[in-house]
């Protein structure tokens, strides 16, 4: 994401530009504020709106949408289906893919998800080694030969491969990226800011939830 799109998304945030959804303009357009995904992809969620964040802890823009997105959630949670998928896009990607699913293999992706984000974007730590990273996931409670067994094993590999296969079909272009049912593709460089991030979001399962 350019510099001055993440400065309005930062700014967004430090005054407090709360995202009020009830109110939220209903003419947002395909094309202009998020992409309709083609073909639409399957889903999991029977007859709930499916929304999957494409997320990368190396991205500051994923970072900085998160409170955001979580107060979201905290207000839509029961009425969706949330799922949180790696996004790679490049090789550079891989990394960090592989360090959320060892978490996943380890149980302790809710536990480790925030912290992850603030140390990279916020501390500044270089968690690009496995090295760093099993010192990260030791102050989290985790055996480092543990941790080492799950960012080596088979289920890791496989759960990247996925992503990586998922992020094509979802024409993910970087992240953040939001995909809702299958169907439209949201990311930030098609809005303005952190505010209109998830009233885009918002418009479109409600848009959603009215087929």
């Known amino acids: 994401m350019g510099r001055l799109l993440l400065a309005v998304f930062s700014l967004s945030l430090i005054f407090g530009m709360s995202p009020v959804m009830a109110d939220a303009p ?3 357009q395909a094309g202009n504020h ?9 889903t999991r969620s029977g007859d709930k709106v499916e929304v999957m964040e494409f997320f990368w802890y190396d991205c500051q823009t994923c970072f900085i949408i998160q409170p955001a997105l979580q107060q979201w959630l905290g207000r839509h949670g029961g009425k969706i289906v949330f799922r949180r998928l790696p996004a790679i896009t490049d090789e550079r990607m891989i990394f960090f893919a592989r360090a959320y699913y060892a978490a996943v293999a380890l149980n302790i992706q809710d536990k480790v998800h925030n912290p992850l984000y603030v140390a990279i974007n916020s501390h500044r730590r270089k968690l690009d080694s496995e090295q760093a990273l099993a010192i990260f996931f030791k102050e989290n409670g985790v055996d480092h030969q543990a941790f080492t067994n799950a960012f080596r094993s088979n289920f890791v590999a496989v759960k990247v491969r996925q992503a990586r296969v998922m992020s094509q079909r979802y024409g993910i272009q970087g992240a953040p990226s939001i995909a809702v049912d299958g169907r439209f593709r949201l990311d930030s460089t098609m809005v ?7 009233e885009v979001l918002d418009y479109l399962v409600r848009k959603q939830r009215q087929n």
């Open 26 to 28: 209903a003419d947002f």
């Open 34 to 42: 998020y992409q309709v995904i083609e073909p639409p992809q399957p």
């Open 192 to 198: 303005r800011s952190a505010e209109e991030f998830i």
